[in-house]
């Protein structure tokens, strides 16, 4: 399927999808055309993306695309209209979540839109494009059902506040009398309070409580009324210091209020209980004072959830930091020595922080100079760049190596300054690509062979077929000269003069001409399919008991060996992974081109041998026969090539070629050694043990993979 694009002719967007057209008798190699459906997303597409779940002034969907430094809008817009495949956004504009989303944002995002209007917008990718999908609406849209809840809110807390104002107000109007009367000698109280007062104002704006010895509370500041949510009169005529302390810390307070009483002074941390029940965490420091002649217990307690809470968020994040599977390091910007290293950096390089502490980057970096790194933060340290991203490799404690995609940036945290270094570890990755490479050259391969075989066939099978069309013609010729013989001729012995030789020598020579030009296109045509189906023939690996194996081939070739005079010398083999039935081929094929191909002036011998170089097992196959010139050898291994060109030596000249690509299929090699009248030696190489990549290999031909 072609991606959208603008058709140039009517200026009209469309999709093609292409049908390739493939002759059903010869496979998917004969590609006879192809059929392009073209497409109007007019007609489904863009209707799709016009469509919302509830109705909405300024919800759409957007369908995006990244082209080069550039984000492109695929769709139209609901807001600008004819914006189709002809909008475009540079990525600089990273405040747009469109481009945030080209960026690799997924999921919600915030930020203006084409418009310049704040929006929040959902990005999901389509699955087999390169497109992203969006789903924005205004926050404004988003926010209007709250704001009119938060009206009502407002509007109920002022009705209340008007009521309670009503209600004091008659009150106040009913306690006037009262109140005045009171003044007298609450004025003389305040003057005895005025002393205690002054004391306490000239605290910090922590809670202030003043008790006398029986806990009873004497002062509060009005940071106490507004944490425990009570009013002076109940501190005063109803709450003792134990109302204010949560339920599970007054057994400990009371013991300090004991202890207290001697050493004169204490400082506690707890938990205090407000008037609705909850509690809150403290630190209270508290000292008995004397004022007019009575003592008093001064206590100024600070409330410290807010410090708790930071404590907090630095534990979560630092939890959260060593829980990264990624690596991270801080490490300081003049020293280079490192400050701190999450868990999973340790736990793949195998120090402990402080070992980490003593070390710098270049002693991971095994690849990295003084000069190097120096240039790689030469560019963060001026401000040239925000962030340096590169691929190195990481030295363990232990000596061994991985590689790594390091993302450096540099922080400034008040007057101080310090490197960040977030490192993934791309072993994985490199595998993935290595992987890669392995069916990219694969590809090739095959793709060369197709060619090859492509160029062979042309070549190799245009030869018998010009013969047959020169002798077909030859015959049409006869006939005619037969036919014109017989009708113009009266003597029936000149006509039998004329014929016999035509009958009994040039229609029979043509005829074996035409006959032996067929039957070698045969022979081409069937080697050719052996060759395709030698290519598709799934592989039964196991491990090869060789020796096994080459007294099976020398039983069932024992009348050649005989009849050629040879004697096979086998020494003991290394067994190897593979395909036994494959493999049996690759030797039987050797051991009948050292027959056909043995020099008549002295007896064949074979030698067949093998060893063990680490994971692969190498065997030689050496004969003394006739030999290869040195400029015939790179082109034995090609179809149809034969040693003997004249065809005295019967064959097809497949041999080789067949034992090329069952080794290579079998992750071996295979290389020749020789020289005219001095024999040929084969060398070839097969594992010793299946390994990672032919393990993979088999799975996908399980699964109908292979071609």
């Not at 769709?75 to 979540?97: D, G, Q």
């Not at 990264?324 to 020595?337: C, T």
């Not at 050898?633 to 179809?639: D, F, S, T």
């Amino acid at each position: 399927m072609v991606d959208l694009f603008v058709d140039d002719a009517s200026h009209d967007i469309f999709m093609d999808v292409v049908i390739p057209v493939i002759n059903e008798e010869t496979g998917a190699a004969d590609l006879r055309g192809a059929v392009i459906l073209r497409i109007d997303p007019e007609d489904y597409l863009y209707p799709l993306t016009t469509k919302w779940p509830t109705p909405s002034e300024t919800a759409e969907i957007l369908l995006i695309r990244r082209e080069g430094e550039e984000v492109l809008y695929l769709n139209e817009l609901r807001h600008r209209p004819e914006a189709a495949m002809k909008l475009r956004i540079p990525l600089s504009r990273t405040e747009l979540p469109s481009v945030q989303a080209a960026l690799g944002g997924r999921g919600i995002l915030e930020g203006t839109d084409y418009r310049g209007v704040r929006v929040l917008i959902s990005v999901s990718r389509v699955p087999n494009t390169s497109w992203l999908i969006l789903a924005k609406m205004d926050y404004r849209e988003i926010l209007l059902p709250f704001q009119i809840q938060g009206w009502l809110i407002i509007c109920l807390v002022i009705l209340s506040i008007l009521i309670a104002t009503g209600v004091f107000y008659i009150s106040w109007q009913r306690n006037s009398t009262e109140y005045f009367r009171s003044q007298y000698h609450a004025q003389l109280e305040r003057q005895n309070l005025q002393k205690r007062y002054d004391y306490l104002m000239k605290s910090a704006n922590d809670i202030i409580l003043l008790m006398d010895k029986a806990g009873r509370f004497v002062e509060v500041n009005e940071r106490a009324l507004d944490a425990y949510g009570y009013t002076k009169e109940e501190f005063f005529q109803r709450l003792s210091t134990a109302d204010i302390i949560a339920p599970q810390d007054r057994e400990s307070f009371q013991q300090k209020m004991d202890e207290s009483k001697k050493a004169g002074a204490y400082v506690r941390e707890g938990r205090h209980a407000r008037k609705d029940g909850s509690e809150f965490p403290v630190e209270a420091s508290a000292r008995w004072i004397e004022v007019d002649g009575q003592e008093y217990l001064l206590s100024i307690v600070r409330d410290v959830t807010e410090r708790n809470n930071l404590y907090k968020d630095k534990l979560f994040f630092s939890q959260t930091m060593d829980a990264s599977l990624n690596e991270l390091y801080l490490f300081d910007p003049v020293s280079f020595h490192f400050r701190y290293a999450n868990q999973g950096a340790l736990g793949n390089l195998g120090y402990t922080l402080d070992e980490m502490k003593r070390l710098t980057p270049l002693d991971l970096k095994a690849e990295f100079t003084s000069a190097t790194f120096q240039k790689i933060l030469s560019s963060l340290i001026s401000r040239q760049k925000d962030l340096q991203i590169f691929e190195t490799t990481h030295r363990r404690k232990d000596g061994t190596q991985y590689p790594v995609e390091v993302r450096l940036q540099l922080i400034d945290q008040g007057s101080d300054r310090v490197f960040l270094a977030v490192v993934l570890d791309v072993t994985e990755r490199k595998k993935v690509e290595q992987f890669r490479e392995q069916l990219m050259k694969s590809l090739r391969e095959k793709t060369e062979e197709m060619e090859n075989l492509l160029y062979v066939s042309s070549h190799d099978l245009r030869s018998p077929l010009v013969n047959i069309q020169g002798f077909s013609r030859r015959l049409e010729n006869l006939v005619q000269t037969l036919d014109q013989s017989i009708e113009n001729s009266a003597d029936m012995e000149e006509v039998r003069a004329t014929v016999l030789p035509i009958l009994k020598e040039r229609i029979p020579s043509s005829l074996k001409y035409i006959l032996a030009s067929a039957t070698k296109m045969d022979t081409l045509i069937n080697g050719l399919l052996r060759i395709s189906r030698l290519g598709r023939a799934p592989l039964n690996p196991s491990l090869v008991d060789m020796n096994q194996l080459i007294q099976s081939i020398l039983a069932t070739m024992e009348h050649q060996i005989q009849e050629a005079g040879a004697t096979i010398e086998c020494s003991q083999l290394p067994p190897c992974w593979g395909d036994s039935c494959q493999i049996n081929q690759v030797f039987s094929n050797l051991i009948d081109n050292a027959l056909k191909y043995r020099d008549e002036n002295h007896p064949l011998v074979v030698q067949i041998s093998g060893e063990v170089l680490a994971d692969q097992v190498k065997y030689a196959v050496e004969d003394n026969g006739i030999g290869i010139k040195s400029e015939y050898q790179k082109n034995i291994w090609g179809l149809f090539t034969r040693i003997d060109p004249l065809g005295k030596t019967p064959g097809e000249g497949l041999g080789l070629t067949v034992v090329k690509k069952i080794v290579h299929r079998l992750h071996g090699t295979v290389n020749l050694e020789s020289a005219p009248d001095h024999g040929c030696r084969f060398l070839i190489t097969l594992p010793a043990r299946e390994t990672s990549n032919e393990s993979q290999e088999n799975h996908d031909r399980g699964r109908g993979t292979d071609t």
